[in-house]
């Protein structure tokens, strides 16, 4: 393998397992109290493992020094703007952190009796009604621990409604084309028939295509609203009553709910269920990709439905529901990932609903602002006012040999995120952005600055575009190697060394 | 509000800029009807208020920091080393978006990767992946892949799972018609490995059986994956990872996919998640595994470099032919382990393990010795067993948390077949003292 050229910051290189010395020890355990105990020998043999797990070997400051260097290979919130469309990613409070390490929240546990965990049952339970304001449903569940499983949990419910009405013809799902991977993935793993719907030439959902799709066979419409292109499906009242006409179900992917907070809800647009990413427009920390939660909201003729158990308030007292009619069961163990529902709730307690709204406009503001600086050096497909997001392609730069990927991958050598890139499908060469309200007049600056710079050095210099980024731990990992001779353990890694290996 | 930069200043520039004079101009594509809604949320609070609140709310909980709890059942008490916060506390960890820009992300790639080496190591087996939501949907996630993987249209499972894991298994098959079997146990809690074979059939996709199972028993599974892999079936395990630093590993019992709760791997309890469902298998699933899976690969300067791989599986690229709809990991719960079982290391594991077993040996011991207690579980176990009380385990649980023990669980509420019967724990937290505390205590319940 090459040698490094010298880069200070990330000189850190190697896996923990290459630093590994026999013998030594990091966590100082008790010591045995009954020693006289030989589990060895107590145990019959062929229950025990053969050998100790071959786990690596280190002093505490090692470990602490092999992993703080490991953070520091890696953009976050904290450090970078990410202007990442549909991510909506947001400062995360430090207080929502502080509050859910309190021992009374982060070490009770699930099977206490509930008058031992009254407090975590009125967070709960007041969340659940908060989320209800903010979105017009009438009950929510907070069980799904992602945003795929709450969209999993939504069309479980979609099937288990359609069941019990003895409407077993409906097998459609519709999605639009602009729709994010997971509708359709989701509407698949449910077993259902996947209809794309065409975009108009407004970047919205186009009416007369929905009409023809939608039959008795049509099960739901999965929508989001503002769309991923950041514009508001402003035939919203049309749409329902097309779909509830049919008697199919309109359902809402949260997505992008940052936008409306305070402004306007999907509830009364006349979504039936709902789900929310707690980790976008609540602002739970990402986690470099999990826990999140989301949550999912009904409207009253589909709670019945709903997983169980619930909490209720018994004057002034909580208790578990662990009934409800038509109950689709459980989707995840316990309650949901409470830890992170606990951070969203102290998020709409500390803001209110003033700081709500504002959120919103000011995310809206923000990306409205961008959109009108970005629309001088990049092509706008949709030039029309944005909600909070907004897409712009590269397309033109295609004869240059520059992709959209491309210039997210420069703009890392700028200190600023990739926005999500070749995405909508429906726009070729498409970079989504979402600055969200979080982020200063100054950082929002910088971002245009940079796209300036990059415009031009793709003018000017477009192979040095193509091969960017130069500055971060790596250059472009070779992906199609990546898979096609998986390395995914340390193990696959010692066996591919003592091999031709493919790495060398 | 001080997490909004925008001054009021900034605002009319912004305005200016786009060209409208009004900031509700820009909302017009929104139907006048729909705007302004009317909600009920209370005002902001200060920081000061909110701590204030919060800490009171907290409060209105018990927990196992100030109580002394014997409550397990697939939620642990374990010491965490306070390492672990250390690193899941920094910034650039937990702020962190999904790793889909390598260039950028190399510090949670490495994480996970090393996580996913660490986690094969200690169950034994060739793959794992970057991990799930928790216990219970990776179990069910492993299901379906072995009804894809075999076109078959049931899944064997030991009742003696845990119940939460049924539950949700039986959720996710029932939106795609298959069918559920489930296999008994014996009276000591064990697998009923007659009944099991009764009903293996070709139609059977899989068979799933936990060990330590939900009784805390370890279960013989000798010569289960020959007869399992004789049917063409794929052979499913779930149990505690902890207890594998010391009890033989789901790769020497032959499992084809080896799955379950992470939490006890460095994660505290919080009222049930967040969580970590791991999922590790042999190399034939590499590519029917669900999730994110990270790999090593090197970068134009033929450098060591990680990104997120096989990501044909999924679902940004496949949309509806994804083999799942799962677009994350518990990515900051999967670093969190990595760091627990770094610092635990290759001795320490088997040593946390054996101080679980000999504090749950020595309780069982002495529980066996009050006259009135009847341990069911004998055989070997990790750290929990099931004792038969002489009282309803609801008045028991009374009567300790009013000496500030939290009891164990009632297994009677899921299991008729163990009325009375109590689901007692002790973790290595417990020292000698507080275990002869609970066991003095247990004898008083006998008299009041």
Request: contains cysteine.
């Amino acid at each position: 393998m090459k040698t490094k050229t010298l880069s200070g910051l990330f000189a850190d290189d190697q896996m923990i397992f290459e630093k590994s010395r026999l013998g030594k020890k990091s966590v100082a355990l008790p010591k045995r109290k009954f020693s006289e105990i030989d589990f060895s020998k107590n145990i019959p043999a062929h229950l025990q493992r053969k050998e100790c797990a071959n786990l690596p070997e280190l002093s505490e400051p090692e470990i602490i020094r092999h992993f703080v260097n490991l953070s520091k290979k890696n953009f976050s919130i904290d450090t970078h703007f990410y202007p990442l469309g549909s991510c909506t990613m947001k400062y995360n409070p430090k207080i929502n952190e502080e509050v859910a390490r309190l021992d009374g929240f982060a070490w009770s546990h699930p099977y206490q009796p509930d008058d031992a965990v009254q407090g975590s049952m009125q967070v709960l339970y007041e969340l659940s009604h908060m989320l209800c304001e903010i979105t017009g449903m009438d009950e929510f569940t907070l069980q799904p621990a992602a945003g795929a499983h709450g969209e999993l949990l939504g069309l479980m419910l979609v099937h288990a409604y359609h069941q019990h009405r003895g409407e077993r013809k409906r097998i459609k799902v519709l999605v639009p084309d602009s729709s994010h991977g997971t509708n359709p993935a989701t509407a698949a793993l449910c077993g259902y028939q996947v209809v794309q719907i065409p975009s108009d030439h407004r970047g919205r959902i186009d009416l007369e295509a929905l009409k023809k799709s939608v039959d008795d066979q049509t099960a739901c419409l999965m929508l989001t609203n503002p769309n991923t292109l950041g514009l508001f499906e402003d035939d919203i009242l049309k749409i329902r009553e097309i779909m509830h006409r049919h008697g199919a179900l309109l359902y809402y992917d949260g997505a992008n709910l940052n936008a409306l907070l305070g402004i306007a809800r999907p509830g009364d647009m006349g979504f039936d269920i709902v789900h929310l990413n707690l980790h976008k427009t609540f602002s739970t920390p990402h986690g470099g990709g999990g826990p999140g939660a989301g949550p999912v909201g009904v409207k009253k003729f589909l709670a019945d439905f709903l997983p169980i158990p619930f909490v209720v308030k018994d004057g002034e007292n909580y208790r578990w529901q662990k009934t409800r009619a038509h109950s689709i069961g459980k989707i995840k163990s316990f309650y949901g990932n409470f830890g992170l529902l606990l951070r969203a709730y102290v998020y709409i307690r500390s803001v209110g609903l003033e700081g709500l709204r504002q959120i919103s406009r000011d995310a809206i503001l923000s990306a409205n602002y961008l959109r009108k600086r970005l629309e001088r050096m990049l092509e706008v497909p949709f030039p029309e006012f944005c909600m909070h997001e907004f897409v712009v392609t590269a397309r033109n730069m295609k004869p240059a040999g520059i992709h959209a990927g491309d210039i997210g991958k420069r703009l890392l050598d700028y200190g600023i995120h990739a926005p999500t890139v070749h995405f909508p499908l429906v726009v070729e060469e498409a970079l989504m952005i979402e600055p969200t309200e979080t982020e200063s007049k100054e950082s929002l600056d910088q971002l245009v600055d940079a796209i300036s710079k990059i415009v031009k050095e793709v003018e000017e210099n477009p192979e040095m575009v193509q091969k960017a980024p130069y500055t971060m731990p790596i250059r472009r990992p070779d992906e199609v190697q990546a898979a096609r001779k998986p390395i995914l353990s340390w193990r696959d890694y010692k066996i591919d060394q003592t091999r031709n290996s493919s790495l060398a | 509000m001080s997490y909004l930069p925008l001054t009021s200043e900034d605002h009319q520039v912004m305005l200016d800029t786009i060209g409208v004079e009004q900031f509700n101009q820009i909302l017009q594509a929104i139907p006048a009807e729909l705007r302004n809604p009317d909600i009920r949320i209370p005002n902001s609070l200060s920081e000061h208020e909110i701590r204030t609140l919060f800490g009171k709310i907290a409060r209105k909980n018990l927990n196992c920091k100030d109580k002394l709890s014997f409550l397990g059942a697939g939620a642990y008490e374990h010491y965490i080393p306070s390492v672990v916060n250390a690193i899941i506390s920094r910034s650039e960890f937990y702020t962190a978006y999904t790793p889909y820009q390598a260039e950028a992300s190399q510090g949670t790639l490495q994480a996970i990767f090393e996580y996913q080496s660490l986690m094969c190591e200690l169950t034994g087996m060739d793959i794992s992946n970057g991990s799930h939501y928790d216990g219970s949907t990776a179990l069910a996630e492993a299901a379906l892949l072995s009804l894809s993987k075999t076109s078959r249209k049931k899944v064997m499972v030991a009742k003696s799972l845990h119940p939460e894991f049924r539950r949700v298994l039986q959720t996710y098959l029932a939106k795609t018609g298959m069918e559920m079997i489930e296999i008994p146990f014996l009276t000591d809690g064990s697998l009923d490995r007659a009944a099991l074979e009764n009903h293996l059939t070709q139609e059977v996709a899989s068979v799933i059986v936990s060990s330590p199972n939900f009784f805390g028993l370890i279960e013989d599974l000798e010569g289960l994956a020959q007869l399992v892999h004789q049917n063409e079936s794929l052979f499913i395990m779930t149990g505690n990872p902890l207890s594998f630093g010391f009890y033989k590993t789901p790769a020497e019992w032959g499992a084809d996919i080896a799955c379950g709760e992470g939490q006890p791997l460095g994660i505290p309890l919080s009222f049930g998640g967040p969580w970590l469902g791991y999922f590790t298998t042999t190399r034939t699933l590499v590519r029917q595994i669900p999730g994110r899976l990270v790999g090593l690969t090197k970068d134009m300067d033929n450098r060591r470099a990680f990104c997120l791989t096989l990501q044909a599986r999924e679902q940004h690229i496949r949309r509806e032919r994804a083999n799942s709809n799962i677009c994350t990991n518990q990515a900051l719960c999967a670093i969190a382990a990595c760091v627990y079982m770094t610092c635990l290391g290759k001795t320490g594991m088997k040593q946390v393990a054996e101080l679980n077993m000999e504090n749950a040996f020595y309780l069982r011991d002495q529980i066996e010795k009050i006259a009135g207690f009847q341990v069911l579980t004998k055989g070997p176990v990790f750290n929990e067993f099931t004792v038969r009380c002489p009282k309803p385990v609801s008045e028991m649980n009374q009567f300790l948390i009013a000496r500030d023990i939290v009891g164990g669980y009632d297994l009677g509420k899921e299991y008729p077949e163990f009325k009375n019967t109590m689901l007692v724990c002790a973790t290595e937290t417990k020292t000698k003292d507080e275990i002869d505390h609970f066991v003095e205590i247990l004898k008083e319940s006998i008299s009041s």
